[in-house]
C-alpha cells in the first residue's frame, strides 16, 4: 500500500521510524509535513497534491501532524484537504485530530464519559488563578493547545508569580489550571493503538526538576501499570475516536487520574525493539481498517447496483 505519514516537525524522530517500519512491512512509504499539502487547478477541479503527487496515490495517511497555535487555521485547513478523498483512509480524521488537540474539550469528554480526569479549570484571569491557589494550595497552569511541556508551569504564589502567569494570559487569554500533585516517582504513560496498548512506561522528572516531559530531561522506564489504566486508555481512544494515542496518568491521593490525552504520542525514548513493536502494530492497525472500509465500500456499491 502506499502510506503517507505526516510528520510533527523537521525534528520528529518517530515519523521516520514509523515509515522504516512500513517499508519494511512491504509498503511505500513518505514521510510529509502539512505544509507540503497543497491543490492544483486541473481544469475540473482543485487536486490535492502532497509534495506535489496527487493525493489520490494515496491509500492511507496516517497522521502526527502539528496543529501549530498561531496558524492553527491554516494548518486545519491542510489537514482537511487530506480528508476530501473517498478513497484515501485518514488516521485520524480533521475533525477528530482538531478535538483531541484541545486539552479542554478532550478532558471534558473524557470526564462526561465517567472517566477519573485530574479536576480541571479554565482561568481567565489573576483572579480565578487564585481562587484555585486558594482551593488547591499549588497549582499547575498551561495551555489548552500545546505539547512538550511548553509553557506549563508550576504556580506556588500569586504575588511571586504574577508576571509570570500574565505572560502566559497575554499570550494565549486562558490557561488550565490543575492542582499540582508531586511524583518523584514518574507518571505513566499508555500508548494505545486502535484496541491495544502495546507500549507502556513511567517518565520520572530529572532530580531537579518536575516536569514529566522527556524532552524536557525525564527519564522514560518500561513498565507495567495497574491493569485498570489498561482499560481506561482503551476506553478513552475510544471516546475520543482517536486510534493512536497517549493518556498521561498521575498517582493522587484519589488514585491514578488522567492529566492529559495526547493524540500525537512520542515513542523515541524506549528501546529499539519496543519501538519496533510500536511501529508495527501501528501499520498493521492502518493498513486493516483500510482494507476493511475499502470491502465495506465494496459491498455497499454492489447493494446499490442490485437495487
Not at 501549530?68 to 486545519?76: E, F, K, L, M, N
Not at 480524521?93 to 474539550?105: I, N
Request: glycine share 8%; charged share 25%; hydrophobic share 35%.
Amino acid at each position: 500500500m502506499r502510506i503517507g505519514i505526516a510528520a510533527w516537525d523537521l525534528e520528529d524522530p518517530d515519523s521516520p521510524d514509523l515509515a522504516r517500519t512500513g517499508r519494511d512491512l512491504g509498503h511505500d512509504t513518505t514521510v510529509f509535513y502539512l505544509a507540503d499539502v497543497t491543490c492544483r487547478d486541473t481544469g475540473d477541479l482543485l487536486e490535492t497534491t502532497i509534495k506535489g503527487e496527487p493525493l489520490t496515490e494515496f491509500d492511507i495517511i496516517i497522521s502526527r501532524a502539528e496543529i501549530r497555535y498561531h496558524q492553527a487555521q491554516a494548518d486545519h485547513e491542510r489537514y482537511a484537504l487530506l480528508c476530501q478523498e473517498p478513497g484515501v483512509t485518514v488516521l485520524d480524521p480533521a475533525d477528530v485530530y482538531l478535538y483531541a488537540e484541545s486539552k479542554v474539550l478532550a478532558l471534558r469528554r473524557l470526564a462526561a464519559a465517567g472517566l477519573p480526569i485530574a479536576p480541571t479549570r479554565v482561568c481567565r484571569d489573576l483572579t480565578e488563578i487564585g481562587a484555585a491557589l486558594a482551593d488547591w494550595g499549588e497549582v499547575v497552569v498551561k495551555p489548552s493547545f500545546g505539547y512538550g511541556g511548553s509553557d506549563v508551569e508550576r504556580v506556588h504564589h500569586l504575588g511571586a508569580d504574577r508576571e509570570l502567569i500574565q505572560d502566559l494570559l497575554r499570550k494565549y487569554e486562558r490557561l488550565l489550571c490543575q492542582p499540582y500533585y508531586p511524583h518523584p516517582q514518574g507518571d505513566f504513560r499508555v500508548t494505545v493503538v486502535g484496541d491495544e496498548a502495546p507500549l507502556t512506561f513511567i517518565r520520572v522528572p530529572r532530580a531537579s526538576g518536575w516536569k514529566s516531559n522527556v524532552n524536557q530531561g525525564a527519564t522514560a522506564i518500561l513498565a507495567t501499570p495497574p491493569p485498570e489504566l489498561i482499560e481506561i486508555s482503551k476506553k478513552a481512544a475510544r471516546v475520543m475516536g482517536v486510534t493512536i494515542a497517549g493518556l498521561d496518568f498521575l498517582p493522587t491521593p484519589d488514585g491514578y487520574q488522567i492529566i492529559e490525552f495526547n493524540n500525537c504520542p512520542g515513542w523515541y525514548p524506549v528501546p529499539e525493539e519496543n519501538k519496533r513493536h510500536l511501529t508495527e502494530r501501528i501499520i498493521e492497525v492502518a493498513t486493516s481498517i483500510h482494507t476493511s472500509r475499502r470491502r465495506l465500500n465494496g459491498l455497499e456499491r454492489a447493494s446499490g447496483l442490485r437495487r
